[in-house]
């Protein structure tokens, strides 16, 4: 059992930046492909950001591209979403998620086909 804690989330500023965190236990963690999602308030849950196992291909949202940027360290069992430029319509709950694989490149899943989700952390963007 895997369990994911996300941390990092706050208010701040359009044009600002924050760096959100997830921690990883009870798993190895280099055999899970990671990503974040997020849910914007009254809105669905969307991908936002994707990492392989051992981080050699990523893959983002068109909405973050050239603002995010994903990685990950096995060594400390940790996955990064360093967020630039940010926007008022950023402002979500964010959510690590963990996909167990065979695979080393990157493979998108939708949310539901995860094997673990964090509890989540609020982003919220001030204009």
């Known amino acids: 059992q895997v369990q994911l804690a996300e941390s990092g989330g706050g208010l701040v500023q359009a044009a600002g930046s924050l760096r959100l965190s997830c921690a990883a236990s009870?798993?190895?963690?280099?055999?899970?492909?990671m990503g974040w999602f997020r849910q914007p308030p009254g809105k669905d849950r969307e991908f936002v950001a994707g990492?392989?196992?051992?981080?050699?291909?990523?893959d983002y949202a068109e909405s973050v591209k050239g603002r995010f940027t994903i990685s990950r360290d096995n060594a400390k069992n940790t996955m990064s979403l360093q967020m630039n430029s940010l926007k008022p319509e950023d402002t979500a709950v964010y959510y690590c998620?963990?996909?167990?694989?065979?695979?080393?490149?990157?493979?998108?899943?939708?949310?539901?086909?995860?094997?673990?989700w964090g509890q989540g952390t609020q982003v919220t963007v001030s204009s």
């Open positions: 009870g798993g190895t963690f280099s055999s899970y492909n």
């Open positions: 998620v963990a996909k167990r694989s065979s695979y080393s490149q990157w493979i998108k899943y939708s949310w539901a086909n995860y094997d673990y």
């Open positions: 990492i392989s196992r051992y981080g050699g291909s990523t």
